[in-house]
């Protein structure tokens, strides 16, 4: 077993960045009213962000059991926010896909996050508002190169 090796710069960002994050995430959702439970609005953007996908996926990316993720899917289904199809592939399994009326909530449990950050943006000036921007970029290319396989 090798020694332990001091945190680098690197090491600390990562870990200041996921700390900072957590710390805005959790502001947004002590303080925001949203149209759904949490972890039903974070299910419905993984759907989202995912396209259509079978409930053992959902379930291994949200690290959870299948009868777990079907008792959430049936939720959002029920509130008719994702729907069941036949996987073509497949037609023992099931595909879930968001609705139009999921896109529509999603976008206010969105709004309704940002309206609990904005505030605090806006105390921010020009320069700090600039370098938040250009940061969101770069997270948003690391996160983009994370999602492309090598």
Same mark, same amino acid.
Request: aromatic share 0%.
């Given at each position: ?56 996926d959902l379930a291994a ?16 289904e029920d ?30 449990? @969105? #709004?309704?996050?940002? !309206?609990?950050? =904005?505030?605090?943006?806006?105390? &921010? +000036?020009? $320069?700090? @508002? #600039?370098?938040?921007? !250009?940061?969101? =970029?770069?997270?948003?290319?690391? &996160? +983009?190169? $994370?999602?492309?396989?090598?």
């Amino acid at each position: 077993m090798s020694p332990a090796r001091p945190p680098s710069d690197d090491t600390e960002l990562g870990s200041s960045l996921l700390g900072v994050v957590a710390r805005l995430n959790r502001l947004a959702n002590q303080r925001a009213q949203p149209p759904l439970p949490w972890a039903q609005a974070r299910l419905l953007s993984t759907i989202e962000v995912q396209g259509e996908a079978r409930i053992s996926d959902l379930a291994a990316l949200d690290h959870c059991s299948q009868p777990t993720m079907t008792t959430q899917v049936r939720r959002l289904e029920d509130a008719g926010l994702v729907t069941r199809t036949v996987d073509p592939g497949d037609a023992r399994a099931v595909l879930i896909r968001i609705t139009a009326e999921g896109c529509r909530t999603l976008t206010r449990v @969105r #709004a309704d996050r940002a !309206a609990v950050i =904005d505030p605090l943006l806006a105390q &921010l +000036d020009d $320069a700090d @508002r #600039a370098a938040l921007g !250009a940061a969101v =970029d770069v997270i948003r290319r690391l &996160l +983009d190169n $994370a999602q492309t396989p090598k």
